[in-house]
């Protein structure tokens, strides 16, 4: 019997988030569904991890995927910006490690080149491709593409099955901890007074 599996895929950020599932039933692969988080009306940017982190967690309770596929950030000149991406990308990865689900980071230009056979793709390119690939109406397409980058993180990773992971994967907190022991501050423990009896 064929084992079905479901992943989820992410594209992280602050304003917009965008995700995908996929079913996958050996080489069969199918949409689930794919849609945004908008964070454009919340002002407030630590209400709209909170609202990252509460979105990944109900997605997790309602389709039980057994994988997250979640895009990295990229490296840009732009210090704050790339710094509220990383919050976004952890918050969301945050959601995962709590429901123990294992995560993959994939490299933007990994999700192109696996989808579109070129790093140097448009996000339209992509949506096209997966819309292709996937069967998906035109009339589903949503106008957003943040959704369909979320759908390309995912299905990037259904490539990958079988394959070498060469990206960051972590099964749990534990794994994640282990593999970022460099990064993980260490809390000394504290030291006890000796306590002298009662005389």
Not at 75 to 101: E, H, P, T, W
Not at 154 to 170: M, T, W
Not at 173 to 195: A, C, G
């Amino acid at each position: 019997m064929i084992k079905e599996q479901i992943i989820l895929g992410i594209d992280p950020g602050t304003t917009i988030m965008g995700y995908g599932l996929l079913k996958v039933t050996g080489n069969k692969v199918e949409l689930i569904a794919m849609g945004v988080l908008d964070l454009k009306k919340y002002s407030n940017h630590y209400l709209k991890l909170q609202r990252i982190f509460a979105r990944t967690l109900s997605l997790i309770d309602e389709f039980h995927p057994d994988h997250l596929a979640i895009e990295a950030p990229f490296f840009g000149k732009n210090v704050q910006s790339m710094l509220k991406l990383g919050r976004a990308q952890g918050v969301a990865m945050s959601a995962a490690l709590y429901r123990d689900i294992p995560i993959t980071e994939y490299a933007p230009l990994k999700i192109k080149m696996a989808i579109t056979g070129s790093g140097s793709a448009s996000k339209e390119q992509v949506a096209d491709m997966l819309r292709r690939m996937l069967k998906i109406p035109q009339a589903e397409m949503l106008p957003q593409l943040d959704a369909t980058d979320g759908l390309a993180a995912a299905y990037c990773h259904f490539l990958q099955a079988g394959r070498p992971v060469s990206e960051n994967a972590y099964s749990g907190w534990k794994d994640f901890i282990t593999k970022n022991e460099d990064k993980v501050k260490k809390t000394p423990k504290p030291k006890l007074d000796k306590l002298e009896p009662n005389k």
